[in-house]
């Protein structure tokens, strides 16, 4: 088992930034991938960001390149999603995962946070 704790959401204005965290505790060498995703009130949970744990490679959603930024602190166990020019449409709950592969599925995961809100107000 993988356990993800999420920290950092709150309430922000337009354009401006927040930084979330993610610690995983417990077998995490199961978990070559981390990633974050969102879900907004009525709508399905969609890919954010994620990180290959063993090399540093990171990938992302269209609709967040050049805002977002991921990384990792390996001796921490902990991934972190640096928001910037934050958008109300970013408004949603974001969630931690991991999984064995880099892929931008939910069902591709296989351990999940319990998430963390984030509301950008306009």
């Known amino acids: 088992q993988v356990q993800l704790v999420e920290s950092g959401g709150g309430l922000v204005e337009t354009g401006g930034s927040l930084r979330l965290s993610c610690t995983a505790s417990?077998?995490?060498?199961?978990?070559?991938?981390i990633a974050w995703f969102r879900q907004a009130p009525g709508k399905e949970r969609e890919f954010v960001a994620g990180?290959?744990?063993?090399?540093?490679?990171?990938y992302y959603a269209d609709s967040v390149k050049g805002r977002f930024t991921i990384s990792r602190d390996n001796a921490k166990n902990t991934v972190f999603l640096q928001m910037s020019s934050l958008k109300p449409e970013d408004t949603a709950v974001y969630y931690c995962?991991?999984?064995?592969?880099?892929?931008?599925?939910?069902?591709?995961?296989?351990?999940w946070g319990k998430g963390t809100l984030v509301t950008v107000s306009s």
């Open positions: 995962a991991a999984g064995p592969y880099a892929t931008v599925a939910t069902a591709g995961m296989n351990y």
């Open positions: 417990g077998r995490t060498f199961s978990a070559n991938t």
């Open positions: 990180i290959i744990w063993s090399i540093g490679q990171p």
